[in-house]
Each structure stands twice: as C-alpha cells, then as structure tokens.
C-alpha cells in the first residue's frame, strides 16, 4: 500500500544522515547558544506531548552521563502543574520536541516556562516552518533547529519526525565534537536499514496474525522506545489493538497481568550483558507462563539465545553499542512502527488515517488553555 506512513518509516535512514550534516553546518551556532545558556546549575527539561514527550522519556537517561540536571516533563503536565516542574530561581534550558509547533499544550508550556523562571532559555526542535515555535523564534535565548522538510510527517503517526528529532537532541549534546560522530551516525542508520531490509517481510507476516493486545518491553532508555512502540501500534489500529509498555524488571509487578492468549511480545534487548541477563530471565518466565500469538525480539550486535524459549521472529542489528554510542536506541523504534502500519493495513484501516473513530487528530483538539 502506497501511503505517507509507508514512505515516512521507509525515509528514516536517509533523513538522519541529512539532519548530520544540518547541524555539522550550524554547529557555530549551536555551540555559541550552549555556551551562553549552559551551566552546571542550568535545569534542562525535555518537553513534548504524546509522541514528542516520549522521545525525552527515551534520551534523558542517555544524555545524564552528558549534562548533569536533565529530566523528562511533558507539557500536558507542565501546563496543570507547572509549579511542581518549573523553579522561579533557577536557570532554566527548556528544550521543546513539535513536529507541528501548533500543539496548544506546546505552545502554553513556553509562555508559562517565561513567566514563572527568571532565567529561562529555549531550544525548538521542530520540523513544519510554518508552526507556531518556528515563526515565534525571534528572541535572542531561543534556539531553532528546523529539521529536512519531509521529517514533518503527512500521517497522523509521527515516525521520522519522532526519530529525527531524537537523534537531533542527541547530537546537540555532542556538539562540541560532531564531527568525529558521523562513524556512529552512519552505523545507526545502516542498523535502520537492516531492520528495513531484512526484517519488514516477517514484521508483515507477523502482523497478519489476529491479536488484540500487545506488550513492549526496555530496559534504561530502552523503556522509553518501547513507550512509542506501544502507541504506534495502538493508534495505527484505532485502538483495535490494546497496547501496554514497561521495563523488563517492571513487568512482573502487576503489569503483566494483561498477557493471554491475544498477545504478541516485543522484546527490545540492550546489547549489555549485565543488563541482557534480567531481560532473559524476563523472556524465558513469560514465554513458559503463557501461550502467545508472537514473541519478537529485537536486538544489536549479535543473536539472542534464551534456554527453553523459541521466538517467532529474531531481528538482529550488525552493529552493536560500541559502534553506535548513545544513538543505539534508535532503530529499535523502527519495529514498532513496522508493526503498528502491517497491523493497520491487516485491520482494514489507512494507515495515514486510521482513525475510524476520531477520536485522535494529527494536531490534537478539544485543548482549551487557562489563564
């Protein structure tokens, strides 16, 4: 099926090596505005609403080893509590994830960090020109980072506009030698397109199987990749498919309560052997405990053996963490969004549109802004 979502999931690889190069070109800039806004007293939070709050949610792990005060806050709780996440007397770098730039609860995050912090700086990363972040960047503490005009996703499920502005938070926290990353770069982007190439066949397969629920587990940052896992899947379905996220280690306290016999499995697995043997345990326990319409495990640098436990499907990546860093959770999210667009297409449904119910937007509705 020829569709935006097809060709935006297809598009990942080649749009990430295009943002390298962007920000290898504005690297002066970059550097300058960090080097001015900065500190080690700076308070950084990663904001966004749904799909661009996840991508916080997967990268302030990864980026604490990087700068010290680094936290996740969407804005759909920045605006109800903003007085629990924003310190008057403290410097804060608000760091703003939109495709649009139009979300309302974007936009009153912003105006609600200038009121409330007495020292306050910006960065947008966004990817439509055209929003609202984007035309409102004329002040000397924002910082705009527009990203390749086609990471602004033409489907209701944002798949390179989610990946691409990851990647772009990421490498803003390497800036000062950029460069030298583009090895690591090219690495992630040939795992993207193993997973593309190889694996997109099988993903289908899978997804033709009748299921109601399913289940993304991470560990670390991990977790935050299995967060956007889970929605795809789910809102590519209408919600036709219920879907829930977790930690390995998480799981087994309630949550995983939800499996039976309409569950399919993905298993994100981090190519760390300390951190791998609690997720092998997890595996072998829920595959010998339920029977599953799938299990998928999804690994980087070499094949995963689990005692006892037979997948349905194995996606291995050629390159491992230490040829990828801190950019390896990304192709991981490249299978949840290969499953949530096979599974729409099985349901019957667009994926560009999936939404039989309207009850989801590209741009969400219905938010009205208090003062």
Same mark, same amino acid.
């Given at each position: 099926?020829e569709?935006?979502?097809?060709?935006?999931?297809?598009?990942?690889p080649?749009?990430?090596?295009?943002?390298?190069?962007v920000?290898?070109s504005?690297?002066?800039k970059?550097?300058?505005f960090?080097?001015?806004y900065?500190?080690n007293d700076?308070?950084i939070v990663?904001?966004?609403?749904?799909?661009?709050?996840?991508i916080?949610?997967?990268?302030?792990p990864?980026?604490?080893?990087?700068?010290?005060?680094?936290?996740a806050?969407?804005?759909?709780?920045?605006v109800?509590n903003?007085?629990?996440?924003l310190?008057?007397?403290?410097?804060?770098?608000l760091i703003?994830f939109?495709?649009?730039?139009?979300?309302p609860?974007?936009?009153a995050?912003? #105006?609600?960090?200038?009121a409330i912090?007495?020292?306050?700086?910006?960065i947008?990363?966004?990817?439509?020109?055209?929003?609202?972040l984007?035309?409102?960047a004329?002040?000397?503490?924002?910082?705009?980072?527009?990203l390749p005009?086609?990471?602004?996703d033409k489907?209701l499920a944002?798949?390179?506009?989610?990946?691409?502005?990851?990647?772009?938070?990421l490498?803003?926290s390497?800036?000062d &030698?950029?460069e030298?990353?583009?090895e690591?770069?090219?690495a992630?982007?040939a795992n993207?397109q193993a997973?593309?190439?190889d694996?997109?066949g099988?993903?289908?397969?899978?997804?033709?199987?009748?299921?109601e629920?399913g289940?993304?587990?991470?560990s670390?940052?991990m977790?935050?990749?299995?967060?956007e896992?889970?929605?795809?899947?789910?809102e590519?379905?209408?919600g036709?498919?219920?879907?829930?996220f977790?930690?390995f280690?998480?799981f087994? &306290?309630g949550?995983?309560?939800?499996?039976?016999?309409?569950s399919?499995?993905?298993?994100l697995?981090?190519?760390d052997?300390?951190?791998?043997?609690?997720?092998?345990?997890?595996v072998?326990?829920v595959?010998?405990?339920?029977k599953?319409?799938a299990?998928?495990?999804?690994?980087a640098?070499a094949?995963v053996?689990?005692?006892?436990v037979q997948?349905?499907?194995?996606v291995v990546?050629? #390159?491992?963490l230490?040829?990828?860093?801190?950019y390896?959770?990304?192709?991981?999210?490249?299978v949840g969004q290969?499953?949530?667009f096979?599974?729409s297409?099985a349901?019957?449904l667009?994926?560009d549109?999936?939404s039989?119910?309207?009850?989801? &937007?590209?741009?969400?509705?219905?938010v009205?802004?208090?003062e």
């Amino acid at each position: 099926m020829e569709t935006f979502t097809y060709k935006e999931i297809l598009q990942q690889p080649s749009c990430w090596m295009k943002e390298y190069e962007v920000l290898l070109s504005e690297k002066a800039k970059i550097q300058a505005f960090l080097d001015k806004y900065l500190t080690n007293d700076t308070d950084i939070v990663l904001t966004g609403a749904g799909t661009s709050a996840f991508i916080g949610d997967a990268i302030a792990p990864l980026l604490r080893g990087v700068w010290r005060n680094v936290r996740a806050v969407a804005t759909t709780d920045i605006v109800t509590n903003a007085a629990d996440y924003l310190a008057a007397d403290k410097p804060l770098l608000l760091i703003s994830f939109a495709r649009s730039g139009n979300s309302p609860e974007s936009v009153a995050a912003v #105006n609600l960090a200038n009121a409330i912090c007495k020292n306050v700086a910006h960065i947008y990363i966004t990817c439509n020109k055209n929003g609202h972040l984007a035309q409102s960047a004329n002040a000397e503490n924002i910082l705009s980072l527009l990203l390749p005009e086609e990471t602004d996703d033409k489907s209701l499920a944002m798949t390179s506009s989610f990946s691409t502005m990851l990647l772009t938070c990421l490498m803003i926290s390497q800036i000062d &030698h950029i460069e030298a990353e583009r090895e690591r770069i090219e690495a992630v982007a040939a795992n993207a397109q193993a997973i593309l190439s190889d694996y997109a066949g099988a993903i289908e397969a899978i997804a033709a199987r009748p299921f109601e629920r399913g289940v993304f587990l991470g560990s670390g940052p991990m977790k935050g990749i299995a967060e956007e896992c889970h929605l795809k899947l789910q809102e590519l379905t209408d919600g036709g498919v219920v879907c829930k996220f977790d930690s390995f280690l998480g799981f087994r &306290h309630g949550p995983k309560a939800v499996v039976n016999e309409q569950s399919i499995m993905v298993y994100l697995m981090q190519d760390d052997e300390a951190i791998q043997r609690y997720e092998r345990d997890l595996v072998k326990q829920v595959s010998g405990n339920n029977k599953l319409v799938a299990q998928i495990i999804v690994s980087a640098g070499a094949r995963v053996n689990i005692e006892g436990v037979q997948e349905d499907l194995q996606v291995v990546m050629p #390159n491992g963490l230490a040829k990828t860093g801190i950019y390896s959770v990304l192709p991981y999210v490249l299978v949840g969004q290969l499953l949530g667009f096979y599974t729409s297409v099985a349901h019957g449904l667009c994926p560009d549109t999936p939404s039989v119910s309207g009850n989801i &937007h590209r741009v969400v509705e219905g938010v009205i802004i208090y003062e």
